[in-house]
């Protein structure tokens, strides 16, 4: 039986190449497949690690936004609390600057009852 085109075809290009190189290429190939999965769990550790590390640092962000939500609420009372003994005036003009010995204030204004009898109320 004679062959046919296609073997044929196919007979000659396998003879066209060289073993030599096609096991060349297999291992070139198996080379770049072992640095290929080398790196894959370089960069799977590197993703774990990177994850535990942001969970940390998230944690740590929470804490800190929540101690500077807390110390602008302390701020806003303590400013608060100056306007109300200040008469609402500005800082600095000394209109409403107490003097702290007599309980009166610099101005010659009378200190107000921060309990509720005058204008201003501490929470």
Not at 41 to 62: H, T
């Amino acid at each position: 039986m004679e062959p046919t085109a296609s073997q044929v075809f196919c007979g000659r290009v396998l003879g066209m190449v060289n073993a030599e190189d096609v096991n060349a290429i297999i291992l070139a190939q198996k080379n770049m497949l072992d640095r290929f999965e080398k790196t894959n769990e370089m960069l799977l550790n590197f993703n774990n690690l990177s994850s535990v590390r942001m969970q940390q640092m998230s944690e740590r962000f929470l804490h800190h936004t929540r101690t500077l939500v807390e110390m602008k609420k302390d701020l806003d009372s303590i400013f608060r609390r100056i306007r109300c003994e200040t008469g609402g005036n500005g800082p600095g003009d000394g209109r409403g600057a107490l003097d702290r010995g007599t309980g009166r204030s610099v101005g010659g204004y009378e200190k107000e009852n921060l309990l509720g009898e005058g204008k201003c109320m501490i929470e």
